[in-house]
């Protein structure tokens, strides 16, 4: 049946700046591979985990960005522009709550996706280097955690990072140095705070989300694995790709089981 003239009309309103787009960049192509892209049919909710921290980590970054707006990263004024936050600011509360939970969340779901790659075997080859880059996530996530802890500067948080950075300062060799770098001097005091704030809202979250970025880009270019009870799983009795199926490296992988041609 032909399209009415209408029809045609807001389907070429619709697909010419998509057209625009993809013309030029590409991108369009690259969203349609990244969402239609093949993943085995017995995928199950363990494989939501990812999905889940990352999810996490957004909510993260959201109200954190919202949170730095009325924080005052200053000795003098961090408590009272908390609890500012906490009681005058509309739905500060809600924020901060999310903020303040949702770093717990964070952790706690990184370390089930963590346990679910472990168990799953999904950190075997051709998944090591993604797994290397789930330890540095975990690292950078953890010290997110530790950095923020300060930040409200109350009783609680400044003695849980005098223990954080004494512990950090029993380390062989470089402990005293670490210590010392992040207290900013020999004691703990204003440029603490500057530090652990520069570091909680700057570096870190650049870090993690540049880390996520190449954790992301490598789980799309391997594929995402089977549970290790599916009858597609690695290691079971299927032909092997061709190797110029696989990808275009300068060193071409061996077959699994490790047979040399
Ligand atoms: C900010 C933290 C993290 C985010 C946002 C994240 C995100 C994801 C997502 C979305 C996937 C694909 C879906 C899935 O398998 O769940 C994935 C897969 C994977 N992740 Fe993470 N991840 C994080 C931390 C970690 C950690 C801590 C490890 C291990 C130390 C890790 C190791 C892996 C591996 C090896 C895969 C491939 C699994 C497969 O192909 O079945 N990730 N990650």
Known sequence: MAKSVRRQQVETAITYPLDWIEERSGLVGAVRYFLFRNVP???????T????????????AVTGIILAMY??????????SIQNITNHVTMGWLVRGMHKWGASVF???????MGRVFLFGAYKYPRELNWILGVLLLVTGMFEGFTGYLLPWDQTAYWASVVGIN????????GPWIASILRGGSEIGPDTLSRFYSLHMLVLPAAIAGLIGLHLYLVIRLGVSSPPWSKEAAGADRPEPEPS?????LVQPRPRGGVAE
């Open 167 to 174: 512990l950090n300062g029993t380390a062989p060799f470089l």
């Open 71 to 80: 924080y005052k990263p200053d000795p003098n004024s961090a408590y009272e």
């Open 49 to 60: 985990l990812g999905s889940a921290t990352l999810t996490a980590f957004i909510v993260q």
């Open 41 to 47: 049919r017995d995928t199950d909710w363990f494989h």
């Open 245 to 249: 199926d696989v990808r275009a490296g």
């Open 107 to 113: 952790i706690i779901l990184m370390f089930l996706h």
